[in-house]
């Protein structure tokens, strides 16, 4: 099984950020890559269509309001990999108002090598953060 995950700070309280972030249907307004997200089976699955047409279809795994986190995986996926188990989550700074957002992911690489499969999703995550970063100007 593989690995990765990356932290972004954010000079905004960790409540503020979970509130843009912190929706299992909130992608499109933040993530610029995915314009529109629509919910199902009672919230707990989201279909995601990506900028370029891409569809991906996510089951919500665990969700947690007061630790600011959820868990995803993937149903259906353009991407090489299963087993695939996503969590992000919202923590306090190390200074106060400030907050740190983490997005990690494992998976099993299937017909690409591990360092090919983590280097995707590490790209993505890196993306993601710093596209959610870019809503909360310094």
């Known amino acids: 099984m593989a690995a990765t995950s990356v932290t972004v700070e954010i000079g905004m309280p960790p409540e503020a950020v979970w509130q843009l972030m912190g929706g299992f249907d909130c992608l499109p307004d933040w993530l610029p890559s995915i314009p529109s997200s629509s919910l199902s089976e009672g919230g707990r699955v989201r279909t995601l269509h ?62 690409v090598s591990e360092e090919e499969a983590v280097e995707l999703f590490h790209g993505i995550y890196a993306e993601g953060l710093a596209a959610l970063k870019a809503n909360f100007p310094d």
Request: contains cysteine.
């Open 50 to 111: 990506t900028a370029d047409g891409v569809r991906i279809v996510e089951r919500l795994e665990a969700f947690d309001n007061r630790a600011r986190r959820y868990s995803y995986s993937f149903i259906e996926k353009p991407f090489p990999v299963i087993d695939y188990l996503a969590t992000m989550q919202v923590r306090e700074g190390n200074e106060p108002h400030t907050c740190v957002v983490e997005w990690a992911g494992i998976f099993t690489p299937q017909g």
